[in-house]
DNA sequence: AAGGAAACCAACCGCGGCGGA
DNA sequence: CTCCGCCGCGGTTGGTTTCCT
């Protein structure tokens, strides 16, 4: 008897979401909506149990996401509902639009828990989370919130995609993305994005790829 | 330059709550 | 009323990146 663990299922997959996984499942919600995630990753093709399918979609590819440094406003409501709440991070998520739980919590946990206790203490490093969400704004491309202008970005046209899609094929789909490829030039090097814009380009691919990619049939 | 330590964060696990049968 | 299945939540892990010596 007992729960079943979600992904104790012969093959499942667990581990990091592909860019084509990521597709696929942005496709399928984008065209069904997400009524039943434990039947999802079957109708949608996908290889994960609905929990990961669930968790990756909230936590990462909601369209609504607001990625990048936390503000410090953004950090002063998460300490004050802290202290009203506790550990409710979906409620202090549901309180700071577009942060997920999970980023609420990371974010706790690395930083502002830290910071709290070493309040009554000075800061001699040199390096605080402080320092980089004060500069982060001129400074670091990486945790920028800043926009990257889709004039910046690489055309993706219909040619584009006929490059990184090939057919059916989506293990040289992800060679290709990923830079294994020994007979193309790797995507990553062909567009040359730092981390911020890359997140930017895949957003913005992410909102086209519906035109493009046919989800698979069920 | 290299190796170790620390920081970061995506993803997994397991439990509790809720609703339907 | 009870059981069962699903969803959502909070805690935790572990891989990767960055920093420090």
């Known amino acids: ?9 012969m093959g499942l997959k667990k581990g990091p979401w592909t860019a084509e996984e990521d597709l696929v499942l942005i496709n399928f ?18 290889l ?28 002063a409501i998460i300490i004050k509902l802290h202290q009203e709440l506790g550990n409710r991070w979906s409620v202090i998520a549901s309180r700071l639009p577009g942060r997920t739980d999970n980023e609420i ?21 040199a390096r605080t989370y402080a320092n980089e969400t004060s500069s982060s704004e001129e400074s670091s491309p990486m945790h920028s919130s800043g926009e990257v202008s889709s004039e910046n970005l690489p055309e993706m046209d219909e040619s584009f995609w006929s490059e990184v899609f090939s057919g059916d094929d989506w293990s040289a789909t992800s060679d290709l993305l990923s830079g294994n490829s020994d007979s193309s030039v790797p995507l990553s090097e062909s567009v040359c994005l730092d981390e911020a814009e890359s997140m ?8 086209r790829a519906d035109d493009i990619v046919e989800l698979p049939q069920f």
């Open 200 to 207: 930017d380009f895949w957003h913005n691919l992410f909102s």
């Open 29 to 46: 919600i984008n065209h069904n909506g997400h009524a039943n995630w434990r039947a999802l990753p079957k109708l949608a093709g996908l």
């Open 105 to 125: 919590k990371n974010i706790w946990h690395t930083h502002l828990k830290k910071r709290l206790s070493q309040r009554s203490r000075p800061e001699p490093e």
């Open 1 to 9: 008897m007992g729960r079943v663990p979600c992904c104790e299922k």
């Open 48 to 75: 994960r149990c609905g929990k990961s399918c669930r968790l990756r979609w909230m936590n990462y590819l909601r369209p609504d996401i607001k990625r990048g440094n936390f503000t410090h406003e953004e950090e």
